[in-house]
């Protein structure tokens, strides 16, 4: 069957559709880049920006922020999200930080999210609307649960009894990264990793594999035979990993919401972790 629709169709919106509804008082355009500073030379007007590091990320604990934070977060700085929000993501890099600030909003169980597909690329390609101005809105009442890893978040320990059981996982770096060749990505400075290879037994399926030129996603015929070629079919059990995790929540996006797979987390420590473990297995 030709064109089949994506599992999850409304996780995904059109830089059309989101043209026509940027003024509608239940959304919440959130933009998110590697870059802090990308989001004041321009964006979608009514974006606001969340930033992975500050605003993400636990200020001491090498962890994400907790559900107090996070309910701060969503109440302060005028972002005015609330627990009936839709959210919907858009940044860089062909939506990496998109996806990976998605990611973090589903260990808080906020479902009502979508990614713009082709984010920032895409719109700018468009010569879509921008603006320098940032956006206010009145203070929400927001609510977070307590974060749940359990679902689609792995820790070490958890990719080493994977790895002990052969399991599924996914490399979602470039080739010369997966092969040791590399230890970050390219034209990108080291972060950290004391070896390079890749973890044994990881198929090697860079995120880039997935999108388009213009950075939309591929089609659902196209994904199915990218992911089911190297044997990532949805009756296994899968762990995505690339640096720190940002490329590979892309890819857990993709197997999750666009394929229907049932069972994928995202190893955020990922190569940093791994490279400088000691004792960990690695393979070139």
């Not at 790895?163 to 996982?169: M, Y």
């Not at 994904?223 to 089911?228: D, E, I, P, Q, V």
Request: proline content about 6%; overall charge negative; charged content about 25%.
């Amino acid at each position: 069957m030709n064109n089949q629709p994506y599992a999850n169709p409304d996780a995904l919106v059109s830089t059309e559709w989101l043209a026509a509804h940027l003024n509608d008082a239940n959304i919440r355009i959130i933009e998110s880049n590697e870059d802090p500073l990308l989001y004041s030379t321009g964006h979608i007007p009514g974006a606001v920006n969340i930033d992975w590091v500050a605003d993400l990320n636990d200020p001491l604990t090498r962890d994400y922020l907790d559900a107090a934070r996070f309910t701060a977060l969503m109440n302060a700085n005028a972002i005015g999200i609330g627990n009936d929000t839709t959210v919907i993501f858009y940044g860089d890099k062909n939506n990496w930080w998109a996806c990976y600030a998605f990611w973090v909003f589903q260990l808080f169980g906020h479902n009502k999210a979508k990614i713009l597909n082709g984010g920032r690329k895409k719109w700018a390609d468009e010569k879509r609307e921008t603006t320098r101005q940032m956006p206010t809105y009145a203070p929400a009442n927001y609510i977070a649960p307590q974060r749940d890893d359990s679902k689609i978040r792995a820790f070490r320990d958890q990719v080493l009894t994977h790895v002990r059981a052969k399991g599924t996982l996914v490399d979602v770096r470039s080739p010369q990264e997966f092969t040791g060749e590399r230890m970050h990505m390219p034209d990108y400075p080291n972060e950290g990793a004391l070896r390079g290879g890749h973890i044994p037994g990881a198929q090697s399926i860079p995120w880039a594999q997935a999108v388009r030129e213009d950075g939309t996603f591929k089609s659902r015929e196209e994904l199915t035979a990218l992911y089911g070629g190297k044997g990532v079919t949805p009756d296994k059990d899968i762990i995505a990993y690339c640096r720190i995790g940002e490329r590979s929540s892309h890819s857990w996006f993709v197997l999750t919401y666009l394929l229907g797979y049932p069972s994928v987390k995202n190893y955020d420590g990922s190569w940093t972790e791994w490279g400088n473990g000691v004792g960990l297995p690695i393979e070139k």
